[in-house]
């Protein structure tokens, strides 16, 4: 077991707005850049990135897209409380987190005559609920009328969706926004692409991570596809590097790997990567900062190392480096 | 059947500009699928040479002419509903930098300004306004609307084209929500830098084995189409270049 790492997040340490309202451009956020072969951590602007990778190497982003999993519900003798979609599980059924305690079998209604029953606690933790929602229009107009991001206490104020969005999202269906993928611009991908770097996708739709609890993420949907698959199997055997744009990409690429190699495959993981199991596929990473003791933490281990890691950290709040999902970014390349 | 989900062979496609560059790369990958095609470019030989191409794999109607021109446009419509009796996917490709080198907002003129909207913006809603009562017989359409990143960010010489094509894409929008529950989804797709005639009129001197070629960005706009169809997308298409295993 790895020791999960404390430490306390100053508030001066957390992105409470996306850059472009503190003036800044999607990719002028702060770089920092931790590289385990030469056991150094280096401050750099996100636009920057292209100089940090190589002709060859592959960047693996998920186009998964946040959809507006916020809802409000009432109950009949209560005040309304905040309803978030986590994961789709089929047609109406979902796995969903009421922000307040609910019982087994519950209804509440939502807006336009709409309407959820918390069916049974997905474990004896009874923060996800296997939920059903009876809605009166289809979901996605049902959500873009009524629903909003989800958003934790340190977003101090209410964006609209698109500041939820990365420029690769493309379909539907993440509570949360695969955040790693947001400082990418257009610009961005054309110094990549003429630095000839390319980029390949996955699709994985990111359940909700309730920052506040340190949990284990929970089962999520995946897709890599036969071209993903190819094209990191390719890259590899060429001496490039598999960069992974977010925690969700590592999960998904791990969750299609036989031995090491990709092969194409979709549906449920409930993989979690640590330093003892280990990364086959993915040469770096590129994230945001973590939350003390999320289980990602281990994730980031196992590309720079403990020691690395804890160094990019403290160097990270010394220096004022941002957290979550409008925050600064760290690319960590694997020895 | 092909790899593009909800596409199927059969299916029919106007891409406007299709002789050359991106639209013809559109062009071919459509063919590739088994899309029948109308198409159109100004230049009568570049567009006879696609249409004898792109036919070896499907049907394919070419009509030459300038979407500028509102007739031309009504033409080209009236000629895909004629041979095929269907229209399911428009995309509107063709579009004009204006004048090069770029001149300053300060010193363009408004008559440039005029012919670059004509072309960029009223031609692409001409076309839509055409094809739109043809696409709805049908069980779903898509429009895509070929955009660029000049809609959004600011770079100096580019205000006609820049601002025609942040025009085109609120013109999107508000399309996608007047077409919500049509079964008719709107996607604006920005290619990025490619090597093609457009880019080099725009930025003669840019290295052009920098460019991304339009041949790969093609496909990442096919995938795009065929993805469960939202009513609005916009998506950033990225080079695919193809890997062998």
Known sequence: ?335 | MNDYGWFERGHVAIVTGASKGFGLAIARELARAGISLAIDARGEDALAAAERELSQSVEVVAIAGDVADAAHVHRLVEAAERRFGRIDLVVNNASTIGRSPLPPLEQLSPAAFDRIFTTNVYAPLHLIQHALPIVKRGSGGTIVNVSSDAAVEAYAGWGGYGSAKAALEHMSRILAAELEGSGVGVIVADPGDMDTELHRAAVPDADRTQLADPRDVAPALMRAIASPRPAYLRVALQAEVPVEA
């Open chain 1, 1 to 335: 077991m790895s020791v999960a790492v404390s430490f306390a997040l100053p508030a001066a340490n957390e992105a409470t707005s996306p850059p472009e309202r503190r003036g800044l451009a999607r990719d002028g956020v702060r770089l920092l850049v931790t590289d385990a072969a030469s056991g150094l951590n280096r401050d750099a602007r996100f636009r920057e990135l292209p100089s940090f990778l190589r002709r060859g190497d592959l960047l693996v982003v998920n186009d998964s897209a946040t959809i507006p999993a916020a809802l409000t519900a009432r109950r009949t003798d209560g005040p309304p409380f905040a309803l978030h979609l986590s994961t789709r599980i089929a047609g109406d059924l979902w796995i969903a987190e009421p922000r307040e305690p609910v019982e087994r079998g519950e209804r509440a209604s939502l807006a336009n005559g709409g309407a959820v029953t918390f069916l049974t606690p997905v474990d004896d933790r009874a923060r996800l609920w296997y939920a059903a929602l009876a809605l009166p229009v289809p979901l996605e107009a049902f959500l873009a009328r009524h629903g909003a991001p989800i958003r934790y206490r340190y977003v101090t104020e209410a964006f609209p969706l698109a500041d939820y969005q990365t420029i690769f999202a493309r379909v539907p269906g993440s509570a949360e926004m695969p955040s790693a993928g947001r400082p990418f611009t257009r610009r961005v991908l054309d110094d990549l692409h003429a630095a000839g770097v390319r980029v390949a996708s996955i699709t994985l739709h990111t359940g909700v991570s309730s920052p506040e609890r340190r949990e284990r993420p929970s089962r999520e949907w995946y897709d890599v596809p036969a071209r993903t698959a190819t094209a990191v199997n390719a890259t590899r055997r060429r001496g490039g590097r598999v960069v992974a744009v977010g925690t969700t990409v590592v999960r998904a690429l791990e969750s299609a790997a036989a031995g090491c190699e990709a092969i194409a495959s979709r549906g449920w993981t409930d993989l979690v990567v640590t330093p003892e199991r280990g990364v086959t596929l993915a040469d770096g990473l590129l994230t945001g900062f973590h939350e003390p003791e999320a289980s990602h933490l281990d994730m980031l281990r196992a590309f720079a190392g403990a020691p690395l890691l804890d160094e990019a950290y403290a160097h990270a709040i010394e220096t004022g480096y941002l957290w979550h999902e409008f925050g600064d970014v760290q690319l960590l390349l694997a020895a």
